[in-house]
């Protein structure tokens, strides 16, 4: 039940609609994906019927994500140092800044 609704509310606060009117809600929503792949483990190592097999599902996909992430970190890392920045007679900045080459 609880995998059904967190799967459902990640279904319908990944819509365009509730991205651009409630994006707060779904970042939260979205920021709950640990509650979801708990769920989902539990919900395969259940055991009833037959052996649980469901961590060979859930590998690849983890990994993939795993690496997702350390990209994602790595990418925040970059300093972009500001060369010039003043205050125009608009009440305005002008801020001029080096962007490093990849």
Known sequence: MLL??????????????????????????????PIYFILMLLHGAGRMIQAAFTYYFVLGPFILFTIDQLISVSRRKIEIPVVNAKLLPSGDYCICYHIPQF
Do not use: E, G, K, P
């Open 4 to 33: 059904t609704l967190q799967f459902f509310l990640i279904f319908i606060f990944s819509m365009q609609y509730a991205r651009r009117h409630a994006f707060r809600a779904f970042w939260i929503v979205h920021l709950s994906y």
